[in-house]
Antibody, heavy 115, light 109 residues
Framework: EVQLVESGGGLVQPGGSLRLSCAASGFTVSSNYVSWVRQAPGKGLEWVSVIYSGGNTYYADSVKGRFTISRDNSKNTLFLQMNSLRAEDTAVYFC?????????WGQGTLVTVSS | QAVVTQEPSLTVSPGGTVTLTCGSSTGAVTSGHYPYWFQQKAGQAPRTLIYDTTNKHSWTPARFSGSLLGGKAALTLSGAQPEDEAEYYCLLSYSGAWVFGGGTKLTVL
């Protein structure tokens, strides 16, 4: 059974930083492309970033230059380093992997940016 | 970055047929955008219904189908059921990056 378990969310002040983690089991992060997707309260889904198996990374314009996606293959874990956080970054952050018959989502971790 | 557009809301009668569409600000949606359709119910993570334009997952009810229609990706629901009431999101690929549409709230009434 595939599980993606996010952690690292919480309350942070504007301008602060957080590092999200997504621990995977039953699924090899390094062999697939894995994304971060966020959903602000009461709003729609927003794709944030992806890391492909070859290591290429892409970002939404809204987070480019502030967020960094990475992975630790030895720990089968995905990360999202979030810097210069803004109120509009407040959301539930999901790690997810889709592609072909693959459709894996974590339960999400809430990030609240507020003073 | 591209903008992906969906109808904000649609209503369908039980047993009826409805088509949700997904357009791109960059022009026609093609199979090269690898269109996905996700269903999200309140309090749950999204789940893929359709991938790569037309392909269904094992859990996708047969009443859902995906296509390209008039330069857009389309999700057609034929024979709507009350349990189909949900938010539906399309997702398009742009040379490695991805963009979700704003979502369509589907009401079965």
């Amino acid at each position: 059974e595939v599980q993606l378990v996010e952690s690292g969310g919480g309350l942070v002040q504007p301008g602060g930083s957080l590092r999200l983690s997504c621990a995977a089991s039953g699924f090899t992060v390094s062999s697939n492309y894995v994304s971060w997707v966020r959903q602000a309260p009461g709003k729609g889904l927003e794709w944030v970033s992806v890391i492909y198996s070859g290591g290429n990374t892409y970002y939404a314009d809204s987070v480019k230059g502030r967020f960094t996606i990475s992975r630790d293959n030895s720990k089968n874990t995905l990360f999202l380093q979030m810097n210069s956080l803004r109120a509009e970054d407040t959301a539930v952050y999901f790690c997810a992997s889709w592609g072909g018959t693959r459709d894996y989502w974590g339960q999400g971790t809430l990030v609240t940016v507020s003073s | 970055q591209a903008v992906v557009t969906q109808e904000p809301s649609l209503t369908v009668s039980p047993g009826g047929t409805v088509t949700l569409t997904c357009g791109s600000s960059t022009g026609a949606v093609t199979s090269g955008h690898y269109p996905y359709w996700f269903q999200q119910k309140a309090g749950q993570a999204p789940r893929t219904l359709i991938y790569d334009t037309t392909n269904k997952h094992s859990w996708t009810p047969a009443r859902f189908s995906g296509s390209l229609l008039g330069g857009k990706a389309a999700l057609t629901l034929s024979g709507a059921q009350p349990e189909d009431e949900a938010e539906y999101y399309c997702l398009l690929s742009y040379s490695g990056a991805w963009v979700f549409g704003g979502g369509t709230k589907l009401t079965v009434l």
